[in-house]
């Protein structure tokens, strides 16, 4: 079983949706939470940031993390087409070396 | 703003064949990585380093892979003899510091195919 496990989608939605993506881990020892968006032929970018459990917010992207069921999800409010892309959690200890990825999940924004 | 370069963007080889890919981190950035991200998954890293030192390749195929960064600037990763199974995407990254939160600037990556 992987560590970080994500529903790969495609997820389609409406112009103006509000988009949950989420990701479910197994180790405890993960402190340190990213989304990145990837978009067709580029390398992935860093959209969040999260320590510890909580919801940080910035503009129309909401990161929530629940540490007791070892869950993070990601919201998109008033999605745009140019939100279509793929979204990649990421999360590491903070002792290890590197980051532990999910599979990504293919999101559409349809106009 | 600074960006990752990667060169080619595209390489198409057959198998047995060497391969070898080129990434040039943002200025002053300390850190480089080598991830390999196979269509459908996420980036699985390869190789990290820190300066021209490597301080982890436990998950490089050391018997076919390769990766020097001789002046702790640009890096090469290179492929001996390509197998089928090394089509992926294969990306650069590279950061500030050392930290495994610092934030990670990704290249647009080498797409390998491998016939």
């Known amino acids: 079983q992987k560590e970080v496990e994500q529903d790969p989608g495609p997820l389609s939605v409406p112009e103006g949706a509000i988009v949950s993506l989420n990701c479910t881990y197994s180790n405890s020892a993960f402190q340190y939470f990213m989304w990145y968006r990837q978009y067709s032929r580029k390398g992935p970018e860093l959209l969040m940031y999260?320590?510890?459990?909580g919801n940080k917010e910035d503009g129309r992207f909401t990161a929530q993390v629940d540490k007791s069921s070892k869950y993070i999800s990601l919201f998109i409010r008033d999605s745009q087409p140019s939100d279509s892309a793929t979204y990649l959690c990421?999360?590491?200890?903070?002792?290890?070396?590197?980051?532990?990825f999910g599979s990504g999940t293919q999101l559409t924004v349809l106009p | 703003e600074a960006e990752v370069a990667q060169s080619p963007r595209y390489k198409i080889t057959e198998k047995s064949q060497a391969v070898a890919f080129w990434c040039d981190p943002i200025?002053?950035?300390?850190?480089l990585y080598w991830y390999r991200q196979i269509l459908g998954q996420g980036p699985e890293l390869l190789v990290q380093f820190q300066d021209e030192s490597v301080v982890d390749d436990s998950q490089l195929p050391k018997d076919r892979f390769s990766a020097e960064r001789l002046k702790g600037v640009d890096s090469t990763l290179k492929i001996q003899p390509a197998e089928l199974g090394d089509s992926a995407m294969y990306l650069c990254a590279s950061s500030l510091g050392s930290l495994n939160t610092d934030t990670q600037y990704f290249g647009p990556g080498t797409r390998l195919t491998v016939l």
């Open positions: 200025s002053g950035h300390a850190t």
């Open positions: 999260t320590y510890s459990s």
């Open positions: 990421a999360m590491t200890s903070g002792s290890a070396r590197q980051l532990t």
